[in-house]
């Protein structure tokens, strides 16, 4: 047995601290003006962290392989939570993804996402001969993928939904399955969108408030330009930590989906370039322990879990610089969001115990 | 499986590129964007460039007002505010409140707030109100009042040109206003960060070609005509002829730039020696006798004409103004006596076609092209409707219709050698801080009218209608004057009016070298000689005595002594007379009034001394001991 795998211990740890320092400091002005309290979000965060660290050294230790034991009561658990938020959430900004509890909140379709992971790992594991097999193999699982999309997408929550859908995706691709019906699913979900566009028109006016957003600079081009406004001028260094001037109510809560634009602001693209890095290594390693792992359920568990930190970190930076339309993803580690980090902590949890069984 | 860590790998350097693209490539558009959008200004008003006259005297400048500015977004208690700003301001409550609940980022109290005074401004600062702030503004100021108001223009309630040179040199006049910016949050908060202070940049310097010492001169002149004539209008240009600067320039009426509001349009906005135009009259046979010297028509010394009081033309029988005609004359006689049917013989000699080319080689009927704005460009006959009668009224300044500055621009290039040069009033434009000169304005050549030789002809037969012919009023003791009178009949619907003439005269020294044109025009004296000489005459020789001072011309000899001729007073020279008798000294002075002063029988000192020439009756004191 290897031992604990430190550097990925604590790349994850700094980037989680340099996290809730963000948090701090691109929401202090909203908490003070909306709830008189600067330390509002902070607080919340700072224990949802304490509790994601100490989940994720309890998880490290868990042999994973119980999660191929446990996987479809963990599945049906998450499947129930997101259908009941449905019923029972409580609604946030115009979605009802959240279980309040006080004044925190659970958002099960985070859950949903490691739940759906590894019971796709689990899948893949068992259906290794049938993989070949569209039919057989693939369309089930893919279907019930779509499921739960469209689950999610009662909520609304576009962004986790579209994650869920590309870390399958992803694991998929590494279980064996023919390139070219990847292709197919592309057409698919291209057709897909074009649906959704058409069901909702703003969707569409989102996509194309990103190709310019200065056309409809106080509706649709609002989020981006603000978010422009506040990487542009930090340049090479920054105004320094707590000088970001887009966080005086100009971005709107700076602390979750935008909070690279204040990192940005506040540490230029030295900055950028740190927390880029941190998140690439991440990334690097964890990919690494992945390909090393000699069990296939194993394999696909880390996969599934790099591809979706992964894609919703690169989906939520694409989004902040303007190379994406606004999705509403969170950026791993650094936003503000219980559940997210718990889960994401969690994750990293797995594949530390992962890389500690690897020889 | 390690492609997808290619694939990532390459989306984070896609991602860090375009970061990099946003902060450092785009940075400056970014940044100047958001900048407007934390920052707030409170406008720091920059100066208006000042207008100097060639010597440095300040013809326009600034003085330093202060002006109300509110930030509705920082007025927590607007009701209260506005109750307190409205009794400083002694206005309306709810107007006041209209201000301060705008929904604006910056507010300028507009126009209640503006130009306070230092009273009131001190009221306002001892309130120590949120959001209200006292900013300087600048406002113009004309130290020298209505001197060549129309030249110099005015500006508006926000520093804008709106006539004259403040206005077709607005851009370069107007400055960048500064700006005091303080960041503030989304809502309008002040933001604790450093304010950043823009200093603003003031407009640019503009010298011109005017000497306030002439302007002084002729403004007073004109301002004597209008007390003493009290004419429809009166105007003046003087101009250095060697260059075509304008030296001064004005008209009657006139208006104050300081507070324009109290004038009507038509008062501000026509800016006479440009603008005016109307029959010169005699001036106009400068050019006629310049074209006949030039194509050698006509040997003034030699050549005579036999003047019986008219001419007949055609079917038309043209009168001179003498009754009864000058008799035989030479035609430097006629130039003297401004005869008109010895100018009739000079243009019909030239022939039509010669005559109006001159006139045309002279600039008229056209734009000068004079760096002003509303210049007219006057009347010329169409040449294809020009017959034997036009022609010959043409010659001595009738049927057409000029502007000052033509005329004062034409005659200069008849008399400084031959050269027509394009009038110009600004001299240069210099940026505030360093003077360097951004602008200056160089003597522009139209072209060689006539040749030196002519123009040195023209010059002696000008300077001898003021020794003994029509402009004996401006002859100046000591100097050469050249000039010419005019007297031209106004025109009202295509009739002459009865008893309504516009007086000038153009004259010019020192005679052999031109240094100074005055032309005076003075549009229906009441209670006068309606005559160019005796009216106008004496307006310019004043002018031109003070371009002497001004310009430090010095006294010439071998001028043409002035001719006797009623009623001009003779001029003797006094004699030296001291240690004389004074039975004796009494003697020597004959001619003056005598005033003994003292017991003694023997002259210690007398006044005025030797050598000087007084007019016959002046009075010459002599001491005694």
Redesign the interface.
Known sequence: MKKFNIPLFISITVLSLFGLLMVYSSSY?WAEYKYNDPYKYLKSQCLFLILGIITMLIVSKIDYKKYYKYSSKIFSACFILIILVLFIGTERNGSKSWFGIGSFGIQPSEFMKLAMIIFTSKYLYNNKKDIGNIKKGVLPILGLTLIIFILIMLQPDFGTGIILVMGVI?LLF?GGVDLKFFLKIAILGILGIIGLIIAAPYRLKRILSFLNPWTDPLGSGFQIIQS?????????FGFGLG?S??K???LPEPQTDFIFSII?EEF??MG??IV?SL??FI??KS?KI??KCEDLFGKYLA?GIV?IL?FQA?LN??VV???LPVTGVTLPFLSYGGSSLLITLASMGIILNISKQNK | MKITLLIIFFIFIVIILRVFYIEVIDYKKLNKKASDLWSRNLPVGADRGIIYDRNGVILADNVTTTSLVVIPNQIKNKKETAKKLAEILNVEEDVMYKHVSKKTSIERVHPEGRRLSYEVADKIKALKLDGVYLVKESKRNYPYDTYMAHTLGFVGIDNQGLSGIELTYDEYLTGEDGAIKYFSDAKGNKLSLNEVYEEPQNGMNITLTINNEIQTSLERELSNAVTKYNPDRAIGIVMDPNNGEILAISARPNFSPNNYQDYSLEEINRNLPIWATYEPGSTFKIITLAAALEEGKVDLNKDTFYDKGSIKVENATIHCWKHGGHGKETFMQVVENSCNPGFVVLGQRLGKDTLFDYIDAFGFGKKTGIDLNGEATGIIFDRSKVGPVELATTAFGQGVSVTPIQQITAVSAAINGGTLYKPYIVKSINEPETNTVVKETKPTKIKQVISSKTSEKVREALENVVANGSGRTSYIDGYRVGGKTGTAQKVENGRYMDNNYILSFIGFLPADKPEVVVYIAIDNPKGTVQYGGTTVGPLSKAVLKDCIKALNIKKADGGKEKKYKWPDPKTLTVKDVTNKEIKEAKKDLEGFNVIVEGEGTKVTYQSPEAGTKLDEGSTVRIFTE
Do not use: D, E, K, W
């Open positions: 002005i992803g590494v422009l406004y506040a990487i542009g001028p930090g340049g090479l000088s001037r887009q005086h109510f100009y940005s230029g693209f950028v370039l880029s998140f690439f990334i690097y990919i992945a390909l996969f591809f992964a690169t930076l694409s610089i303007g190379l």
